[in-house]
């Protein structure tokens, strides 16, 4: 199987040498293509950080990251937005969406940035929609919508551009625990359909749903998993 | 994608985005709406009053005219001999000047004035006598609108004929027709041949007709003045006219005729010219002056909208904060951030602008009807205001614009 994330070393410290904070102390870690990894630890573990440089967010201070096999690490801010843009899907906690963007607006958002015409950002969007069983509400604006609907929508804006990693943090955090099941088995359909995921999560019970659990503890990883 | 099917498509995103906040896009607009206004109000009372004051010009006989008068050479003391000899200003010097720039010199008028007892079956008045020369009626905005006016041969023989004002009409010829009667001024009979059209000029509606006392005049030929009535035997004159509408031509003349007249004098500053230089000064500065004065008030309005402007795009951008780093999550560039910033921003102060035109005309409409006096407008005006409102709209969204493309995704994401 082909690797979509590959890292090695990856150091990552906040502050200058007095008070200078080892959020992450040198992390080696693979995910394959196709697979359903849970990222899990607790706060103050190094896993945000960790999540933010496996998201081009943040440039790690050492250490080498291939995506998707190109190396990531050492790009100027552009390039990491083209690769955000077209190799990485996000799904937060608090979702994100443009509150006073349409539904069907936001999911547009990514494939605006990939240059997409109106007419086929649209189209996609609106099959998107359909695909997470929202296609209904594509002309309201977020606030109209339940946490679960949003989380959907957030989905499939994270789909937009057929990214090879789906990169969710906490995506159940702000839910009912029988919405954010349904949550749930909507990322274990993408995981069937053959996404990569990788969910960050302090919630055992949440990591495992997953595939492979990977902890972090004291920026390092702790218990490594091989596939189960 | 064309460059310019991106520009369409950025544009069309920025319209979007402007009707998605559009309270927020209001308040950035208002700053330069009101700049626009401001200015193109200032611009447009300032024409109006300079376009007025022209019409008063050009209603008084125009700017294009230079007068000599008679000034006493001798304040106190005893003349000299030379003095007592002088001659004094007279008709030789309106012919001798006429010959100096016969091609710029439009007209030579003369004037020679009396004051006298003026009679007539229903009036007796003491009063002034213009005696003119000259084409006096049309280089002072008269003209004759009953009768006629005076013929070469009458001016040359001074003959009793006498041209009156609307007011001196109505004084001395209260019923009736003036025309074909007889006024007797000094000892003279004279015969009434025409009236002048009413002379009319308020610099605003309310005021007072400025012209009033030119209503009030009784023309004559200046040669009766002369030799019946205040005469003397070296001709002397009271004022003389040149009419030169080149105001260039006019400096350079002024110089001449000083020379020439003072020649005539015996070498005696027994006459006064009008200050040319003085005159082409105040014409080009008097409007500069109120151009400047509308043009820094517009400006620093426009300076204040766009400190308010980015105050606002400050405010706001602490509220999309977080948007902007949804947007680079989503894959949004620094550069794709300040560009979608800037043309927000140049639309709405593109769309800010025109409606600031609209208001601007409505101001000055208001204004220059509260001052009565006619809407003047020009072109440049418009082009002023809109090209400054560009500039600062420009200048002003630079900051935000910058501010906002140098966050950082991450804690853009993390910003509460």
């Known amino acids: 199987m082909p690797t979509i994330i590959r890292t090695q070393g990856l150091t990552k410290v906040y502050g200058a040498n007095g008070t200078a904070v080892h959020a992450l102390r040198g992390i080696d870690f693979t995910v394959a293509k196709g697979e359903f990894v849970a990222l899990i630890g607790p706060s103050g573990s190094g896993k945000s950080t960790l999540m933010a440089i496996l998201g081009c967010l943040d440039a790690p201070t050492e250490g080498t990251y291939e995506l998707d096999g190109h190396p990531v690490h050492g790009l100027s801010g552009g390039e990491l937005a083209r690769i955000r843009n077209g190799k990485i899907g996000f799904v937060f906690q608090s979702y994100n969406l443009l509150p006073k963007a349409s539904i069907v607006r936001n999911v547009e958002l990514p494939m605006l940035y990939a240059g997409l015409s109106r007419k086929e950002r649209r189209e996609r969007a609106l099959a998107l929609l359909e695909k997470v069983g929202i296609a209904d509400k594509a002309d309201k604006l977020p606030a109209a919508l339940s946490g679960g609907q949003k989380q959907r929508v957030a989905v499939a804006r994270a789909l937009a551009n057929e990214p090879a990693l789906l990169l969710a943090d906490e995506p159940t955090g702000a839910l009912d625990s029988r919405t954010g099941a349904e949550v749930l088995d909507l990322f274990r359909e993408l995981h069937h359909q053959g996404h990569t995921l990788l969910l960050v999560t302090h919630d055992p019970s949440i990591a495992a749903q997953a595939q492979r659990k990977v902890e972090i503890r004291d920026g390092l990883i702790a218990l490594p998993t091989g596939a189960a | 994608m064309t460059t310019s099917g991106a520009f369409r498509e950025r544009l069309l995103e920025a319209w979007t985005e402007i009707r998605e906040n559009l309270g927020r896009a209001s308040l950035q607009a208002l700053g330069v709406l009101l700049g626009v206004a401001s200015v193109l109000g200032g611009f447009s009372i300032s024409d109006s009053q300079r376009q007025r004051a022209e019409q008063l010009y050009v209603r008084l006989g125009g700017l294009d005219k230079l007068n000599i008068q008679p000034k006493a050479a001798v304040r106190d003391g005893q003349p000299t001999a030379l003095q007592q000899a002088n001659l004094g200003l007279r008709d030789e010097d309106a012919a001798d000047g006429g010959t100096l720039r016969p091609e710029a010199i439009q007209g030579v008028s003369s004037q020679k004035n009396a004051r006298t007892r003026v009679v007539s079956a229903t009036a007796d008045q003491d009063r002034p006598v213009t005696g003119i020369g000259g084409d006096y009626i049309p280089a002072n905005g008269y003209a004759v609108e009953a009768g006629r006016g005076f013929s070469a041969s009458e001016l040359e023989a001074g003959a009793p004929v006498t041209i009156l004002g609307t007011e001196a009409a109505a004084t001395f010829f209260p019923t009736g027709s003036p025309l074909g009667q007889?006024?007797?001024?000094?000892?003279?009979?004279?015969?009434?041949?025409?009236?002048?059209?009413?002379?009319?000029?308020?610099?605003?509606?309310?005021?007072?007709?400025?012209?009033?006392?030119?209503?009030?005049?009784?023309?004559?030929?200046?040669?009766?003045?002369?030799?019946?009535?205040?005469?003397?035997?070296?001709?002397?004159?009271?004022?003389?006219?040149?009419?030169?509408?080149?105001?260039?031509?006019?400096?350079?003349?002024?110089?001449?005729?000083?020379?020439?007249?003072?020649?005539?004098?015996?070498?005696?500053?027994?006459?006064?010219?009008?200050?040319?230089?003085?005159?082409?000064?105040?014409?080009?500065?008097?409007?500069?002056?109120?151009?400047?004065?509308?043009?820094?008030?517009?400006?620093?309005?426009?300076?204040?909208?766009?400190?308010?402007?980015?105050?606002?795009?400050?405010?706001?951008?602490?509220?999309?904060?977080?948007?902007?780093?949804?947007?680079?999550?989503?894959?949004?560039?620094?550069?794709?951030?300040?560009?979608?910033?800037?043309?927000?921003?140049?639309?709405?102060?593109?769309?800010?602008?025109?409606?600031?035109?609209?208001?601007?005309?409505?101001?000055?409409?208001?204004?220059?009807?509260?001052?009565?006096?006619?809407?003047?407008?020009?072109?440049?005006?418009?082009?002023?205001?809109?090209?400054?409102?560009?500039?600062?709209?420009?200048?002003?969204?630079?900051?935000?614009?910058?501010?906002?493309?140098?966050?950082?995704?991450m804690e853009a994401l993390r910003y509460e």
Request: net charge positive.
């Open chain 2, 182 to 409: 007889i006024l007797r001024i000094g000892e003279v009979p004279v015969t009434v041949i025409g009236t002048f059209q009413e002379r009319v000029f308020r610099f605003r509606e309310d005021q007072n007709n400025i012209f009033r006392w030119r209503n009030r005049i009784i023309a004559v030929p200046a040669n009766l003045v002369q030799r019946r009535m205040n005469g003397d035997a070296y001709r002397r004159v009271d004022r003389i006219t040149f009419r030169i509408p080149d105001l260039k031509v006019m400096a350079g003349f002024s110089k001449q005729l000083q020379g020439l007249v003072k020649a005539n004098h015996r070498l005696q500053d027994d006459f006064r010219l009008d200050d040319v230089q003085a005159r082409i000064r105040r014409q080009n500065s008097q409007g500069d002056v109120y151009d400047l004065v509308f043009l820094l008030s517009g400006v620093l309005a426009l300076v204040g909208g766009g400190i308010v402007n980015v105050n606002i795009q400050m405010a706001s951008l602490k509220e999309r904060v977080r948007e902007v780093g949804v947007k680079m999550a989503l894959g949004a560039s620094g550069r794709e951030i300040f560009k979608s910033f800037m043309t927000e921003a140049l639309l709405l102060t593109a769309l800010g602008g025109l409606a600031g035109l609209v208001l601007g005309v409505g101001f000055s409409w208001i204004i220059a009807h509260s001052l009565g006096i006619p809407l003047a407008m020009t072109p440049a005006a418009f082009l002023w205001a809109y090209a400054l409102a560009a500039a600062f709209g420009f200048l002003f969204a630079l900051y935000p614009a910058w501010k906002a493309s140098r966050l950082s995704p």
